[in-house]
């Protein structure tokens, strides 16, 4: 696989601000949003980084400097957006389950609002009628994704309005007057098959039809990327070529073109992000040889919790032998990030790189064991510059009430 950073370079960050680091690329982003960009050109296509995969304002503010939107999924996610610069109308909330007081607060922001509740589009109808355009997030019935974890469309899912209540939808629309500008569904997270989003095109278009006012049609994230060699990937210029001919099938019933928004997190960051740790420990037993590191789940759940592949190399001697290690880290729980995994001959204090870390890796990392969570560093231009400094003592007691 192409290297976005070198071993060497990974190595010289890790030495200048310490492990366990983040480290992201910015032109890997750019790339990756150019890639969208250029395979899309002939379609009218906005793009909406869900920005749940990585908010660090650093990140945040590149992608608005390169042209990008973002998608939020809480209102937090929405208020970093607007901190970082981004203009209300570049911004979109793709709500679940929330309280509608968030919805108030979005739209007092004046940002774009998808609802996926009957009963918070009924107060939102209530409460504003026609006067501020808004999407319905549908939940196609679809099941797609890499895991039942990360699938979101599917029958027994809990994210939108199921398809087959549009009729409700439509009742609450007329009673209350609303004005539908979009409609948005999202079917899961590494989806490899672009006839996935062919299939959610054509159960929108069965509603299409019946909402007259509409402008865009959300089709969400979940494009997949490759996490280790020879792995297979959305194949983004097909994608593009599906999506152009499902929607040349349909005659646009609506007054205005449909603008057709994606929402993608992993596909502009996931290859744009390195964790490195250091090891601290090696233990070798009867079946095998742990690496233990100076990380663990706290700061990258994925393997534990979707059973997420990461490629792991040896940055600090990528020369000596391969031998079989089982990677762990060092809390106080079963955090294995790979086991028997062939990696260069490991000493303790060689560093490792765990690869495909932007997406969903600081971001879901926490203080469990009351462990310090990492700095974060951004690369551009061939710069480094420390966009979060490494998480000290204090910050564990910053919240707690001396009482
Ligand atoms: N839009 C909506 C409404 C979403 O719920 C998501 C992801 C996305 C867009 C972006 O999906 P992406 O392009 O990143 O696949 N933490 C999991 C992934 C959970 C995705 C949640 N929603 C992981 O690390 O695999």
Wanted: proline residues 3%; negative net charge; glycine residues 6%.
């Amino acid at each position: 696989m192409a290297e976005v950073l070198s071993h060497k370079s990974l190595a010289a960050i890790a030495d200048q601000y310490g492990t366990p680091v983040y480290i992201y690329h910015a032109e890997k982003i750019a790339e990756q949003y150019e890639k969208l960009k250029d395979a899309f050109k002939s379609q009218d296509v906005v793009i909406f980084y869900a920005s749940k995969a990585l908010t660090n304002i650093h990140i945040l503010k590149f992608i608005r400097s390169i042209g990008c939107n973002v998608d939020c999924s809480s209102i937090n996610e929405v208020k970093l957006a607007l901190h970082a610069g981004f203009d209300p109308s570049q911004v979109l909330y793709t709500s679940n389950n929330i309280a509608f007081s968030e919805i108030e607060e979005a739209k007092n922001l004046g940002v774009h609002i998808n609802i996926d509740s009957l009963s918070n589009l009924e107060k939102f109808g209530k409460k504003y009628g026609h006067s501020y355009p808004v999407g319905v997030r549908l939940r196609p019935n679809i099941l797609a994704g890499g895991n039942l974890k990360i699938s979101t469309g599917h029958e027994k899912s809990k994210f939108g309005i199921p398809v087959d209540q549009f009729e409700k939808v439509l009742e609450c629309v007329k009673k209350n007057d609303l004005f539908i500008q979009g409609l948005h569904i999202h079917t899961g997270s590494e989806i490899k098959d672009a006839n996935v989003f062919v299939k959610g095109i054509e159960k929108l278009f069965e509603i299409i039809p019946y909402f007259n006012e509409l402008e865009f049609v959300d089709l969400g994230g979940g494009f997949k990327v490759p996490y280790k060699e020879g792995d297979t990937e959305t194949d983004i210029a097909l994608l593009a070529a599906k999506v152009k001919e499902a929607f040349s099938n349909h005659p646009n019933p609506g007054n205005k073109p449909l603008q057709i928004w994606f929402e993608p997190g992993k596909f502009l960051v996931s290859e744009a992000g390195f964790l490195v740790c250091q090891v601290n420990v090696l233990k070798e037993t009867a079946s095998m040889v742990f690496a233990g590191v100076d990380s663990g789940f706290n700061h990258l759940i994925r393997p534990m919790f979707y059973d997420a592949y990461h490629r792991i190399e040896n940055i600090t001697n990528d020369v000596g032998p391969k031998k079989e290690y089982t990677v762990v880290g060092n809390i106080c729980e079963t955090d294995t990030f790979a086991t028997d995994r062939m990696i260069n001959e490991i000493h303790d204090v060689d560093y490792l790189v765990f690869y495909n870390a932007g997406a969903y890796g600081f971001e879901m990392s926490s203080n469990f064991n009351s462990r310090l969570k990492p700095a974060e560093v951004m690369v551009r231009n061939g710069q480094s510059f420390l966009i979060r400094r490494r998480d000290v003592f204090e910050d564990l007691l910053r919240s707690q009430l001396d009482i």
